[in-house]
């Protein structure tokens, strides 16, 4: 399991998590304020992903 917190959005820009889980479909769960809200998620690779969201936020992601 990867845990990444107080991750900071941009509108509309990529951000990269890179998890060296070695998974190819991770669960991918994205909090704000501790509820889980829903922003795109595009996997790079086994060992990466970027989330996007359409709105500026600050988000907590756990990956497994």
């Not at 917190?5 to 190819?24: C, E, K, M, Q, R």
């Not at 991918?28 to 989330?51: F, G, H, P």
């Amino acid at each position: 399991k990867y845990e990444e917190t107080s991750i900071s959005l941009v509108a509309d820009t990529p951000y990269t998590i890179t998890h060296n889980l070695g998974v190819l479909v991770p669960i991918v769960m994205v909090y704000e304020n501790n509820s889980r809200i829903d922003v795109d998620i595009d996997i790079s690779s086994t060992n990466a992903l970027t989330l996007t969201s359409g709105t500026s936020i600050v988000v907590d992601a756990a990956i497994s």
